[in-house]
């Protein structure tokens, strides 16, 4: 899967450090959004997201990897 580089500004930054969870949001085949808390590492650089190989969420972005990323409050 191609690595997509997005910029991310000083308060979306600082919120990435403070938050514990965030909602990924995928499009399943017949196009309905699903949303789904995670855990995650935010090293100020990149995401870690950790999910079972075997997910729904895996196949969604698979297929589209368009997903939009949440906060939680």
């Known amino acids: 899967m191609k690595k997509?580089?997005?910029e991310i500004d000083s308060?979306?930054?600082e919120r990435l450090l403070d938050e514990k969870v965030i909602w990924l949001t995928t499009v399943s085949p017949d196009g309905t959004p699903?949303?789904?808390p995670f855990?995650?590492?935010w090293n100020g650089n990149s995401f870690i997201i950790y999910s079972s190989p075997s997910s729904a969420?895996?196949?969604n972005i698979s297929r589209n990897p368009?997903?939009?990323l949440n906060f939680e409050r």
Request: net charge positive.
């Open 11 to 13: 308060h979306v930054a």
């Open 57 to 59: 969420k895996l196949k």
């Open 39 to 41: 855990w995650f590492n």
């Open 66 to 68: 368009k997903v939009s």
């Open 4 to 6: 997509q580089m997005v």
């Open 34 to 36: 699903q949303p789904n």
